[in-house]
DNA sequence: AGGAGGCCGTTATACGTAAAACTACATGCG
DNA sequence: CGCATGTAGTTTTACGTATAACGGCCTCCT
C-alpha cells in the first residue's frame, strides 16, 4: 500500500529472490529448463507473487518488437453484430495468444480522428470494417497488416478481405418474396456509403429483372429506427400502386419501417411483407417476428482475426465468403388478392 | 515499399534531416521553441513525413513511464447502452489526449481469463463496471488505479465509485404505478449478481410497503429476451391474483415480457402495464412504446472517465450519483376495473 | 590426468524514445 | 574586457525487458 512507491521491476524480484534480472526473466519466461535449478526457480516464483510482480508490457513490446495486439476498428458499436465480431476475432486472438483492441470509429469523439491516436496501444496488426470508412485514410498511410472486413476484393488495394455472402443473402430474400407472389418491391436502403450496402441494391436490382412484371422503389435513411419511420412513411405515402413486399437494408431498419406501417393504419403480413438483414435481437423481440437473413458474425470474426493471423505469419488467408441463411417468420406472406 | 524492411526511427528521421535524434525528438514533440531554429525545424518535419515516421509507441510508453491509456472493463457489449459509455469516456479521454481500450468481459472467450491478458495495452488506470464481476478479482489484484460504476460505494474498497441514481429511477417507476392505482407488482428481475441490481428489488420493496394493501411477486432471468419470456409466462401462469403491473429491470427484459403477454392473449396496458429500465433503441421499436427510465449512458462514460483523470492527478473525484428520468409512453394506464 | 560436456547461473547489450546535461558560439551590458 | 544571457544544437542516459554470449564448477570418460 505505500503510497507513491513505484511498481517492482524484474530486477527487484531478482534482488528479492538473491539471483540476477536474467534469471528472473529466465523463470517467468518459462525458458528456465536447464538453465535454472529447481529451488531456485521456485524461489523466483515466490518472490514474484510476494511482490506482486508483473512484467512491464511497454517494455516487452520495445524488447521483442511485438505486440501481440491487433486493432478491431468496427463503426458505430450500438449493434450486436460487431460485439459478435469482437467476440469472435477475440477468441481466436486468445488462442494464439493475441490481444484486441477496439476502435469504435468516431461519432461524436470529434472530427474523424486517426484510430491510432485514440487507440494508443502498440499493434501487431489491423481488423477494419469497410463501414468504418473514415477511419480508413488513417489506416491506409500505416504500413500496418491491414484485414478489410465486408470490403470491395477490388478496390482495397492489396490488403486481405473476409466477405459475408450478403449477395446470396439477398438472392434467398428475393426468392423468397418472388416465390410468394410478390412482384412490387420497396428497397429500405442504409444510408451509408459501405461496399455491402451497394451491392444489396444491385443484387435485388439484378434478380427481380429476371421476372417481367416486377418493380423496385428504393427508400432511403441512416440506420436509425427514427429515420427508417419517416423514410418509409413517405415512400408509401407515394403515388402510385403501394409495393407489397418492403426489403430492409437490415433489421434496425425494419423495426423504424414496421412503426410506419402501424401508423399507416396497414398490417404485417397482410397488407405488406417485410424482411430484414442480420437477425438481431430485435429480430424476434418486434410483432410479427421479423423474416431475415442470419448474419454469423462471431464466425465473420474468427474469419477475419484468421486471415489477419495468415498475413502476419506470411501465409495466404482462407479464401471464400462466409455463408449466410435466410430464417423466415411472420413478417412475409403471401400479397392479398387485389 | 521495400518489402521487409522495418520502420523508419526517430533515428532514421534524424539522419535523412541532417540533425541528431534528439532534435528530432523535440521538434515532433513539440518542445523546441528556443532550442531548434525554425529551418531546421521544418527540415526534420519534412523529413518526418517523407520517410512515413510514426514513434514507436512501446518505446514511448517505456521511457515516460505512462501509456495515456486506459481500460474499461464492460459486460457483453451487446447493448446500446455501454456503447454509449465507451463514447462518453472516449470524448473525455480525447480532449486529455487519452486513449481507451474496452475489454468486454468474456462471454465465451474462456474461463473468466485476467482482463490484462487479452487488452494487452500498457494502462494508466481501469475503469471497470460492476456488471463485469468475474473480472474484478484479476483486476484488484493489480494496483492500477481504479474507477468502478455502479458498484456498492461501501463495498469497494478504496476505490472511486460514479453511480446511475438507479434507486431514483425505481422510485419514479413505482410512484408512476401506484399514482395510476397500480397495487400488485410482479418484479421481472435480471438473474445478474451485480449490485445495480441488487437495489432495484430494494427500492421497489421498500416504496411499495409504504402503501397498504400491496403486493409484490418476483421472477427471475437472464437478460436475454427469450430467458425473459419464459421466465415472465410461467410467473402470469401462477394461481393467485394476476398483477397489474410488471416492472422490469431492464428494456431487455421487457421486450421478452411483451412476448409472454401476447402468448397469452394479454392486452398491454388494458391488462397489465410494463415498465423498463434504460431506453434502448428497443424501447420505441416495440408495440405498444414502452415507459422506461432513462439513463444517460453518455454521461456515464464521461463522469466515469473525469473521476479516473481525477484520480490519476491525486485529485478527489465529484462526488454524486447521476440523476435519472422516467419517460412515461404506452405500456402504462391504470389498471381496469376488475 | 585432462579435457569434454552438462548444469547453473551471470554479464552485457539492444530495442526507440524523451529529456537532462553539456557544448559552442554570438550578443549585450556595465 | 569579462560575464551573463540567449540560441542552436549534440551527447548521454535511463526506462524494463529478453536473450546472446560468456564462465565457473562438477562429473565422467578415456
Not at 528456465?32 to 526457480?41: D, E, H, K, L
Not at 477468441?91 to 487507440?119: C, K, M, N, Q, T
Not at 489506416?139 to 492489396?158: A, C, N, T, Y
Not at 425494419?254 to 437477425?279: E, N, Q
Request: aromatic share 4%.
Amino acid at each position: 500500500m505505500a503510497r507513491g512507491s513505484t511498481r517492482p521491476t524484474s530486477r527487484d524480484v531478482a534482488e528479492a529472490a538473491g539471483v540476477s534480472q536474467a534469471a528472473v526473466s529466465l523463470v517467468l519466461g518459462d525458458k528456465w529448463r536447464g538453465r535454472v535449478s529447481q529451488p531456485t526457480a521456485d524461489r523466483v516464483r515466490e518472490a514474484a507473487r510476494q511482490l506482486g510482480y508483473r512484467p512491464n508490457l511497454a517494455a516487452r513490446n520495445l524488447r521483442l518488437g511485438r505486440t501481440r495486439t491487433v486493432l478491431l476498428v468496427v463503426p458505430v458499436l450500438t449493434t450486436e453484430f460487431f460485439a459478435g465480431v469482437y467476440t469472435g476475432a477475440a477468441r481466436i486472438a486468445a488462442e494464439h495468444g493475441f490481444g484486441v483492441v477496439l476502435y469504435p470509429s468516431p461519432e461524436g469523439i470529434g472530427p474523424a480522428r486517426d484510430p491510432f491516436a485514440s487507440a494508443q496501444a502498440a499493434l501487431d496488426g489491423v481488423i477494419a470494417s469497410s463501414m468504418a470508412a473514415d477511419a480508413l485514410t488513417a489506416i491506409r498511410g500505416d504500413q500496418l497488416p491491414l484485414v478489410m472486413l465486408d470490403s470491395d476484393p477490388e478496390g482495397s488495394l492489396g490488403a486481405a478481405t473476409v466477405n459475408l455472402d450478403i449477395t446470396d443473402g439477398i438472392r434467398q430474400v428475393t426468392e423468397h418474396l418472388l416465390a410468394l407472389g410478390h412482384r412490387h418491391f420497396l428497397h429500405l436502403a442504409a444510408d451509408v456509403p459501405s461496399w455491402t450496402f451497394d451491392i444489396r441494391a444491385r443484387e435485388l436490382a439484378t434478380r427481380t429483372a429476371t421476372v417481367p412484371g416486377t418493380t423496385v422503389r428504393t427508400a432511403r435513411a441512416p440506420i436509425t429506427i427514427e429515420d427508417a419511420r419517416t423514410a418509409t412513411e413517405t415512400a408509401l405515402g407515394a403515388p402510385g400502386p403501394r409495393p407489397t413486399a418492403l426489403v430492409c437494408d437490415d433489421d434496425k431498419l425494419a423495426a423504424g419501417a414496421y412503426k410506419a406501417i402501424r401508423r399507416l393504419g396497414l398490417r404485417i403480413p397482410d397488407d405488406i411483407s417485410v424482411t430484414g438483414l442480420d437477425d438481431l435481437a430485435l429480430a424476434t423481440a418486434i410483432d410479427p417476428e421479423l423474416t431475415t437473413v442470419k448474419l454469423d458474425a462471431e464466425l465473420f470474426g474468427e474469419r477475419g482475426m484468421q486471415a489477419l493471423l495468415a498475413v502476419l505469419d506470411g501465409r495466404t488467408p482462407q479464401e471464400g465468403d462466409i455463408p449466410v441463411q435466410l430464417v423466415v417468420r411472420g413478417s412475409t406472406a403471401p400479397p392479398s388478392a387485389s
